[in-house]
């Protein structure tokens, strides 16, 4: 939700919107924060799996929608709140690099922090769309190539 009022805001040119709803933006944000960067065990779009924790997908889904928050903080000039919302971002990428890719296979994304780096898991990392169309970067390129590359090998 964080992620579609700032696309609004920015698109309509209207911060009226996130004003009036900044609070809840908050409530969510804070949630990211606490709960972003290792997911609870929790179905996503990769539920063939079924239920799973700390998905490398969904915690780069927090970093979109902190970045977002940053942003909605940013429009309205609430400059203290988007520095603490865009400084949490940088620290969830370095925790899905570091817990969520293998090179099993190639570099690539595994489905859950936990899976076994001797096997090959993957997730797809549809989540790092918003990073970019944002206009954040925040999520490495080297990240989305090295995913693009394994899929093209494998699939």
Avoid at 47 to 59: S, V
Avoid at 111 to 137: C, E, F, K, V
Wanted: glycine share 6%.
């Amino acid at each position: 939700m964080i992620i579609i009022a700032v696309a609004y805001a920015k698109a309509a040119k209207d911060t009226a919107y996130l004003q009036k709803h900044y609070p809840k933006l908050q409530q969510w944000a804070s949630y990211l924060l606490t709960d972003g960067q290792f997911p609870g065990n929790q179905l996503s779009t990769n539920d063939f799996q079924g239920r799973a924790a700390n998905q490398p997908n969904l915690a780069l889904n927090a970093v979109s929608g902190l970045d977002a928050m940053s942003q909605a903080a940013t429009l309205p000039g609430k400059t203290a709140d988007s520095t603490k919302y865009r400084n949490a971002a940088p620290q969830f990428v370095y925790t899905v690099q570091r817990y969520g890719t293998t090179t099993t296979g190639g570099n690539h994304t595994k489905l859950s922090y936990n899976d076994d780096p001797t096997t090959s898991t993957y997730s797809t990392t549809y989540n790092t769309r918003p990073d970019r169309a944002l206009g954040s970067n925040i999520i490495p390129q080297s990240l989305l190539t090295e995913n693009a590359n394994f899929y093209a090998k494998h699939f």
